[in-house]
Each structure stands twice: as C-alpha cells, then as structure tokens.
Antibody, heavy 119, light 108 residues
C-alpha cells in the first residue's frame, strides 16, 4: 500500500527552527515528486512547493520562496520541510503528498503535521 | 502566479440533487494540469479528478470533471450524504502550482 507517514505535531516558540518529515513507502520513492501544502486554521489549501527525490530538483511557490526550505534524503525515502525562524503565522497543518511526475496532481496524501507557534 | 477562483463559495443542496462547481483560472492552463480534491473536516484532502476529467482510482462515476482553457467544472450528479465536504481545484504551470479557495457543499 502506498503511504506517506508524517512526523508528529510540534509546538514551538517564535524564532525557533523546525524540520518536519514525510516518509514514503509502498512505491518507488525516487520517481515521484513530493509536494507540501499548508492549511492555516479554518482556511483553504496553499501549494508550497515540490521536490523530485531523484535529483533534488525543487520548485517553490513565489509565496513561500525564501520562507521555507524543502529537502529530501532519498536513501531513507524521506522528504523534509524546514523553517529557520518560525513566526506565529506559520501555525498550520502541513500536508505532504505524492505528486504525479507528468501531470503534477497530488494522488496520495499524508495525514498532516500540525505546527503550533506560540510564545 | 495563476489565480484560481472557485464559485460559489458555498452550495446548499439536498441529498439526491446535482452539484455544479466552477473553477476559473486567471490565465489559460493545460487540461492535463487541472485537478479536483475533496476534503472533509479533520481529514487530509483526497484526489477526485486529474487531467480535468479523469476520475482517480476508486472515485464513483457520479463525480465528473470537464472544461478547458480557463474554465473548469466539477459536477456531482446525485449528492450522497458522504459528498458534503469542501472541494478544491488545483493547477500546475510554469514550475508552480496553486489551489482555488474552495467551495463548500453543505446540506440544505
């Protein structure tokens, strides 16, 4: 079964750093993009960016470029989303999803990681 | 960045009725890169339609996608109780993607 397992919920203070993870299983990890999607409390979905594990090619939404960093360790089939200095406005659920290599739709989703940033 | 505008914001319908959801793009996009998702409270989104009109695995045939260029539509032929949810369209073009703001289909 194709699955994406996301890391547990995090509670952080403003200014702290954070790296959350997304581990793929049940398929050939290297040949599908992994995407990240933000959902702020009570709001809609926001496309953040995608990474191709085969060569680490990364594409960001202009809204998130420079605000987060997406990376991958293909040896352990895991993608990451990282912040160097969190803000309260980063409080959200972050979903990872498998992205079709050709048409870029998100066909398998993780359950989400809740990130809470509060002083 | 391409903006997707979904309408209406909320659709109030009864089970058995037909739902028609619209997604309009600010620029022309390839049908290959237009998808629809369903999200229920407390759950991750689920892929319904990809390539504007192809149903994802396991999606009932009451869900149909259509459209091209800048105008796309998701139609739910006869609403079942489990179809009341929020629906999002999503596009990918020029190395970036965006979602629409969502349409909530609620029970009337």
């Amino acid at each position: 079964e194709v699955q994406l397992a996301q890391s547990a919920a995090e509670v952080k203070k403003p200014g702290e750093s954070l790296k959350i993870s997304c581990k793929g299983s049940g398929y050939t990890f290297n040949i599908y993009w992994i995407g990240w999607v933000r959902q702020m409390p009570g709001k809609g979905l926001e496309w953040m960016g995608i990474i191709y594990p085969g060569d680490s090619d990364t594409r960001y939404s202009p809204s998130f470029e420079g605000q987060v960093s997406i990376s991958v360790d293909k040896s352990i089939s895991t993608a990451y989303l990282q912040w160097s200095s969190l803000k309260a406005s980063d409080t959200a659920i972050y979903y990872c999803a498998r992205v079709d290599w050709d048409s870029y739709y998100m066909d398998v989703w993780g359950k989400g990681t809740t990130v809470t940033v509060s002083s | 960045e391409i903006v997707l505008t979904q309408s209406p914001g909320t659709l109030s319908l009864s089970p058995g009725e037909r739902a028609t959801l619209s997604c309009r793009a600010s620029q022309r996009i390839s049908s290959s890169y237009l998808a629809w998702y369903q999200q229920k409270p407390g759950q991750a989104p689920r892929l319904l339609i990809y390539g504007a009109s192809s149903r994802a695995t396991g999606i009932p045939d009451r869900f149909n996608g259509s459209g091209s260029g800048t105008d796309f539509t998701l139609t739910i032929r006869r609403l079942e109780p489990e179809d009341f949810a929020v629906y999002y369209c999503q596009q990918y073009r020029s190395a970036s993607g965006t979602f629409g703001q969502g349409t909530k289909v609620e029970i009337k």
